[in-house]
């Protein structure tokens, strides 16, 4: 097995000049480190990542606590954390949390137990314990998805990394009532997430936006998931006066509603026209093609990687919020006839 004594005499330094260069423990002229490089290339030395730990007092690994990672969009910002994570070196630990408050606590303590450098988290709709262990633990996090309100008379205790919510969902009502629906319904998401406040937030913006009542008998909660938003669908159908339009909150709701719709032997966009937000993959393999708000999934966990490993760099800055914009795929579902292939229409997203 190739040694780190090995490269130091191929590369004609010393092996502390190449332990300086493995850990970043103190600069190296630019020619040196990579002479030490092109040595590890040639011989083949792989680092002993357990060694290098112990000097350092990292593992360079991080944890993931994300729920439902079954569902599209969180696939999509797996893959951007483990990409971006891959790139800095970094090996990364997943932890489901199941959007259970106590679950969420134990598999963050584990992933904490296992020395990981920071953890980027999706926190629940009351992640309490979840912020206290992280706060007393000091451990580098950031949140992902869902934000936290922290009190405005204190300090933002750590960064948060999410898409815009409540202007993409506006865009949707205001693009329906524009095609002359009055009756326009929300299948909000579980309740207590912020995600779910500000689209049903959104939501009433686009009514006011149209000059439309608010009823709060159109607005029903589908829990996030396929099977809540079936009998969500259904309380609307049931209504005196049903709408005639939906607006799903979430991509598996979509489904949900989709399903409530077809048993009850109704077509979309015929008698029922649907906008959703999140698009997946085979969005537009439906017929008909679901017009949908796009959340940038990837660039969400690689941003999240990013500033991570800016707080591990910078352990006493200032805590930030970044938004990112979604994009509308206008499609047919609405009722709107079939348009000419045409780049995402990108929404607005902002930086605190």
Partial sequence: MTTMADVARSAGVSVATVSHVLNGTRPVLPHTR????????????????????????RTRSIGLAVSA?????????????????VEEGYSLLIADPHDDPLHERKVVQLLHERRVD???????????????YLGRHKVPAVLLDRLVDFPADGPARFD???????????????????????????????????TTAERISGYGDGLASA????????????????????????????????PTALVTANNAMTIGALRA?????????????????DDFA???????????IAQPGKEIGARAVRMLLDRLAAPERAARTVRLPCAFMHRTS?????QPLTPRTPLEGTLS
């Fill in 34 to 57: 990579q002479a030490v490089l092109d040595a590890m290339d040639a011989l083949g030395y792989t680092p002993n990542t357990l060694a290098r730990s112990l000097v350092t007092s």
């Fill in 69 to 85: 990672i079954s569902n599209p969009y969180f696939t999509e910002i797996l893959q951007g954390v483990e990409a971006a994570a």
């Fill in 118 to 132: 920071g953890m980027i988290v999706a926190p629940s709709a009351n992640p309490r314990d979840l912020l206290a």
């Fill in 160 to 194: 948060q990394v999410c898409a815009e919510s409540a202007a993409p969902v506006s865009r949707l009502v205001t693009h329906l009532a524009g095609l002359g629906h009055r009756r326009i319904a929300l299948i909000a998401g579980r309740p207590g997430l912020s």
């Fill in 211 to 242: 000059g439309l009542d608010h009823d709060e008998d159109l607005v029903v909660h589908g829990h996030s998931e396929s099977a809540g938003a079936e009998p969500a669908t259904a309380r609307l159908l049931a209504l005196a006066s049903p």
């Fill in 261 to 277: 719709l077809r048993d009850h032997g109704l077509s979309v966009p015929g008698d029922m026209a649907l906008c959703c937000f």
């Fill in 282 to 292: 085979w969005a537009d393999l439906f017929s008909p093609r679901l017009t949908a």
């Fill in 334 to 338: 609405c009722g709107c006839p079939e």
